[in-house]
């Protein structure tokens, strides 16, 4: 090992087993425990827990779960404040080594949330790094506009600075100049390898189900690896621990039943409880549409998909719990274009909260099992299929210092990818392949005076490839003043599966999965190929700014470099055979290297006034690779994104919403065609080429030199919610998606000179009844 890898494994022990040492001896008590709702026992997230008329105190994380130390001892009196519900305060003694176990309760409020002044979200600015991460709840996403009725986190996803979709149909998802096999996405901790439907407007989630999303534009932590892009981390909510209940949505698009309850109720706070939480929805727009939608298409709109979700939370009464879950996610495509195109999707597992007795460690762990399965038949064309399969598992461990805090924790994966496929000279390209990654991590988070830094290293090794990366990363916060903040994160990041994308395409609808081939060329630029890594250098600058107490600004702006990524090889004209060796493996070789960066500027501006909120984000990108033959950009290289987003409530007890949301985006590159030509394949010997009948090839224009038109679409919300009691509640939700009619392209084929666009104006109503 030479002397750059031992300095990294030497740091790493250094922040594993030396910082929690400095800590043992320290004469200091601690209060740790869980918030939860009153109502419902589900955890409150991302509240303030701390001791009156001191700076002391800490947040809640995800499970609701927060540790006070470092408290001098002494008597205190400990508060709870949450906007929408009642401020918690009680007495508490602190002696020198002592920890305190609490769980707290909160009830909601009768005040008027828009005279609350407290703001979690503030405080999470100051005490945290937050560069390129958003943190969404689900009420956040319910206050856009409703595509179909129901909201969903595809459609507030489309609104985040840096994310780009590619429209309405084919719910892919680019970030910041990655590609969709460059996000990592974790369903309570299990991997999804793709969440999103062929209509892009749904996601698989369901957002009732939802206790949490976070997103990782880029610079992401060392607990998260194996993307070079981003991640997306979702979690879900343990189910209602005091009583049945449950919601039915119904609309044009589809429908959904939820249903959870308690399986044990907890009789007191000494006592254990379980619960469950179940969701079933689906899209019935291809039945629905031949009554509604007739006017876009006769035959019906081809969409349908079936999801399924469910879990079982069973918590302790010191607060640690289990969760078992499980999952079926199904998507189906008829289009008369396409063909046919469906994917499968199935998995479950658990994960776990773990808290000793005696110590004030928070101990998580998750393991899990999925699998997609991905075929596309198209007319005219070779079938292609795709599959990966696999588990993902974990155990991590977190020390909290006062507002300092240490995580680390080892993982373990292991997926197997099959891929079929035809390129463009209809070379036939199968695999095959086995996959496993283990790697450990550690993070040390400190606050030195105004400064917030975040230090961490993550060792990912390949044992497929027998490679061993080292990864630092690095966030920086310098708090200014309380209104004016400046960032930064940097890191090193690596993965091993690829796309097998088919990049002519006027718009990608087919993404294969597999790992990094084994026959990839020796040398690429010049250099010898020492891995078979994909590999990304991040570094992003920002800064937060509150102009007024409702009006805040968040710029910052990134720079990804890729060292080298793996393609599919367009330009394949030869096997990669003996009689071939003089061939160069630019015309022979299945994939091919390439290298490029991405860089740009992402700018938030938010707006909240009592029933007023508005939201702007604009998003300038650049991406450019190379594949050591011709430079060009790939077909998500989209320059200037915008949307603009509004939220009104009214009436006498805001009853009334109404939503409306404008985006714009610049025109995607593609390939343009030249011509057409007969295409003879010499398949036999005696092949005479005068009298034989040909193939029809295309001749192509320079690798996406041309651009697709602008998008553009406008999507209206009307929302009335009826109380008919305490717990019962009917909203009724009037929407209209593209509401000017924008012609934005879904598909072109090139063979029939066939256009098709995404949705035109399309209104929809949708009924929700829960209870």
Do not use: C
Not at 30 to 41: D, L, S
């Amino acid at each position: 090992m030479n002397f750059r890898k031992s300095f990294f494994v030497l740091f790493f022990l250094f922040l594993l087993f030396i910082f929690p040492r400095q800590h043992v001896f320290a004469q200091y008590g601690t209060i740790r425990g869980f918030v939860y709702e009153q109502e419902t026992g589900e955890p409150v997230l991302f509240t303030n827990v701390y001791l009156y008329k001191t700076s002391i105190g800490a947040p809640t994380d995800a499970n609701g779960y927060f540790a006070i130390t470092r408290i001098p001892p002494g008597d205190y009196k400990l508060m709870v404040t949450y906007v929408g519900f009642d401020t918690l305060s009680l007495p508490v003694t602190i002696k020198a080594n002592e920890l305190i176990s609490k769980k707290l309760f909160l009830t909601k409020s009768s005040v008027n949330l828009s005279e609350i002044n407290v703001s979690a979200a503030r405080q999470d600015k100051i005490r945290e790094t937050q560069t390129s991460i958003i943190k969404i709840t689900p009420k956040e996403i319910q206050s856009i506009p409703t595509i179909g009725g129901q909201p969903d986190l595809a459609q507030y996803l489309q609104i985040l600075p840096g994310v780009i979709f590619s429209g309405d149909q084919g719910g892919q998802l680019y970030i910041r100049g990655g590609p969709p096999i460059q996000n990592k996405v974790l369903y309570d901790g299990m991997i999804v390898y793709n969440p999103f439907h062929s209509i892009g407007l749904f996601s698989v989630f369901d957002v009732d189900m939802l206790k949490n999303v976070e997103v990782y534009t880029g610079g992401f932590g060392a607990e998260y690896g194996g993307r070079i892009s981003s991640v997306m981390d979702v979690t879900t909510r343990d189910g209602n621990k005091n009583r049945f209940s449950g919601k039915l949505d119904v609309s044009t698009f589809g429908a959904k039943a939820l249903l959870e309850g308690p399986i044990h109720r907890q009789k007191n706070e000494d006592d254990a409880s379980a619960s469950f939480i179940f969701s079933i929805k689906n899209s019935y727009l291809a039945e629905s549409s031949k009554i509604f939608y007739k006017y876009i298409d006769e035959n019906g709109l081809p969409y349908n998909y079936l999801d399924i979700y469910g879990k079982i939370s069973v918590n302790t009464p010191n607060g640690s719990k289990v969760n078992l879950f499980g999952f079926r996610f199904a998507d189906n495509v008829n289009y008369k274009i396409l063909q046919d195109y469906n994917w499968t999707s199935y998995g479950g597992g658990l994960n776990f909260l773990a808290i000793p007795g005696k110590s004030s460690v928070l101990i998580e762990g998750n393991f899990a099992y999925s699998t997609y399965k991905v075929v596309l038949q198209e007319i005219n064309e070779s079938a292609r299929s795709s599959s990966i399969s696999g588990f993902n598992g974990g155990l991590t461990f977190t020390y909290f210092f006062g507002r300092d805090a240490l995580k680390y924790g080892l993982e373990l994966a292991g997926y197997k990818t099959t891929f079929d496929f035809f390129n463009t000279v209809n070379r036939k390209i199968d695999y095959t392949q086995n996959s496993t990654e283990v790697s450990a991590f550690a993070k040390y988070k400190w606050m030195p005076g105004k400064f917030i830094v975040e230090a961490g290293l993550r060792l990912q090794y390949y044992a497929s490839l027998s490679t061993l990366s080292l990864e630092p990363r690095l966030a920086v916060k310098y708090n200014i003043a309380r209104n004016f903040r400046l960032k930064m994160a940097a890191g090193l990041y690596s993965q091993n599966l690829i796309s097998t994308t088919y990049d002519k395409d006027v718009v990608n609808l087919f993404y294969g999965y597999i790992t990094s081939p084994m026959n990839l060329p020796t040398e690429f630029m010049g250099k010898t190929v020492k891995n078979k890594l994909q590999r990304s250098s991040q570094v992003v600058f920002g800064f937060e700014l509150d102009f007024l107490k409702n009006l805040s600004l968040n710029v910052e702006g990134y720079y990804k470099y890729y060292p080298q990524l793996t393609s599919l090889n367009r330009n394949k004209l030869y096997d990669d055979t003996p009689e071939n060796a003089n061939i160069p493996d630019y015309y022979k070789k299945d994939f091919v290297l390439e290298t490029g960066d991405a860089e740009g500027v992402d700018l938030s501006l938010k707006y909240d006034w009592k029933k007023i909120h508005l939201w702007a984000t604009y998003s300038l990108g650049f991406i450019h690779r190379n594949d050591g033959v011709m430079d060009f950009v790939p077909p998500y290289d989209r320059r200037h994104n915008l949307n603009l987003v509004g939220t009104v409530y009214f009436g006498k007890k805001s009853n009334w919403e109404f939503d409306v949301r404008y985006n714009y985006g610049s025109g995607f590159p593609f390939t343009q065609t030249a011509g057409f030509y007969e295409k003879l394949t010499f398949e036999n010997m005696g092949t005479n080429y005068v009298t034989n009948n040909g193939q029809l090839g295309t001749l192509y224009s320079d690798y996406d030199a041309g651009r697709l038109p602008y998008y553009s679409r406008l999507d209206l919300n009307l929302k009335k919610i009826f109380m008919l009691s305490k717990t019962i509640k009917l909203e009724v939700n009037l929407s209209v998606t593209n509401a000017l009619n924008q012609q934005n392209i879904f598909y072109f084929d090139r063979v029939s000179y066939t256009r098709v666009d995404q949705m035109p104006l399309m209104p929809s109503l949708g009924l929700s009844f829960s209870f």
